[in-house]
C-alpha cells in the first residue's frame, strides 16, 4: 500500500516556476515508477512526465519536455517535479502516481496502482 501526497501547487504568472512535491508512504517507494499526470477543466487527463525506480531514467509529454524535470529521492520517499518557463495552457491539477514494477513508458493512467489527491497549478497570462 502506498499513499501520496502532493504539495507546492499554486498562482504563477506565465513564465514563471512552480515546484511541486509528492511525498510517498511505505517501505517499498523504490518499487514504484512515479509519474506525474495533470487534468485541465474539460479534458482528459494526460501524462507529463515518469521517472524510473532508482531515478536513473525518465521521459516526457512532448508538452514539457525541455521545460520540467522530474526527479525522486528514495531515501526521503518523495518525488518532484520542478516547472520551468510556465505557459496558460499548463493550467491543471497536477497528480503524483505510482505504479509497481513498470516501464517509464507506460503512460496510461487507468494502469496507475495508487494517485495522490492532486494540487492546483494555475498559470495567468
Known amino acids: 500500500q502506498v499513499q501520496l501526497v502532493e504539495s507546492g501547487g499554486g498562482l504563477v504568472q506565465a513564465g514563471g516556476s512552480v515546484r511541486l512535491s509528492c511525498a510517498a508512504s511505505?517501505?517499498?517507494?523504490?518499487?514504484?515508477?512515479m509519474a506525474w499526470f495533470r487534468q485541465a477543466p474539460g479534458k482528459e487527463r494526460e501524462f507529463v512526465a515518469a521517472?524510473?525506480?532508482?531515478?536513473?531514467?525518465?521521459t516526457y509529454a512532448d508538452s514539457v519536455k525541455g521545460r520540467f524535470t522530474i526527479s525522486r529521492d528514495n531515501a526521503k520517499n518523495t518525488v518532484t517535479l520542478q516547472m520551468n518557463s510556465l505557459k496558460p495552457e499548463d493550467t491543471a491539477v497536477y497528480s503524483c502516481?505510482?505504479?509497481?514494477?513498470?516501464?517509464?513508458?507506460?503512460?496510461?493512467?487507468?494502469?496507475?496502482?495508487?494517485w495522490g489527491q492532486g494540487t492546483q497549478v494555475t498559470v495567468s497570462s
Open positions: 521517472v524510473s525506480w532508482g531515478g536513473g531514467s525518465t
Open positions: 511505505g517501505r517499498t517507494f523504490s518499487s514504484y515508477t
Open positions: 502516481a505510482a505504479k509497481y514494477y513498470s516501464s517509464i513508458y507506460y503512460r496510461d493512467p487507468n494502469g496507475y496502482d495508487y
